[in-house]
Nanobody, 123 residues
C-alpha cells in the first residue's frame, strides 16, 4: 500500500543545484518522520536529512549541512530536498524513506523506502 517515488535526479557540475522530490501514496507524510538517504558506489547507505512530523525539527548530516534543505509539502504529500553547492562526493543514489513503527529518523532500516534517484556530480 505504501509507495514512495523519488524524482529530480540527474547530472550536474560541481557547484550546481538539484531539487529532489518524493511523492508518497498510501501514507500521509505529515504523520511520521521522513527523511532522505543516499548510497554512493561501494559505500554504505547513509542518512542525509530528516524531517520530524511532530514539531518540524530537521536534521542534517555534517557533510551536507548548510548546503541541503529538506522540506515537506503537506498539501501535495511530498518530501523535497534542495541541494546546492553540489560536490563530486555527493554523487549517489538518493532514497526517501519513512518510519511508521518506531517513529524515528535517521535509521538504516526505515520501514518504507523508495527505489531511489541517481545524482551524479562531475565536471
Amino acid at each position: 500500500q505504501v509507495q514512495l517515488v523519488e524524482s529530480g535526479g540527474g547530472s550536474v557540475q560541481p557547484g550546481g543545484s538539484l531539487r529532489l522530490s518524493c511523492a508518497a501514496s498510501g501514507v500521509t507524510l505529515d504523520f511520521y518522520p521522513v527523511g532522505w538517504f543516499r548510497q554512493a558506489p561501494g559505500k554504505e547507505r547513509e542518512g542525509v536529512s530528516c524531517f520530524s512530523h511532530s514539531d518540524g525539527y530537521t536534521w542534517y548530516s555534517d557533510s551536507v549541512k548548510g548546503r541541503f534543505t529538506i522540506s515537506r509539502d503537506n498539501a501535495k504529500n511530498t518530501l523535497d530536498l534542495q541541494m546546492n553547492s553540489l560536490k563530486p562526493e555527493d554523487t549517489a543514489v538518493y532514497y526517501c524513506a519513512i518510519d511508521i513503527e518506531r517513529g524515528a529518523c535517521p535509521l538504516n532500516d526505515m520501514d518504507y523506502w523508495g527505489k531511489g534517484t541517481l545524482v551524479t556530480v562531475s565536471a
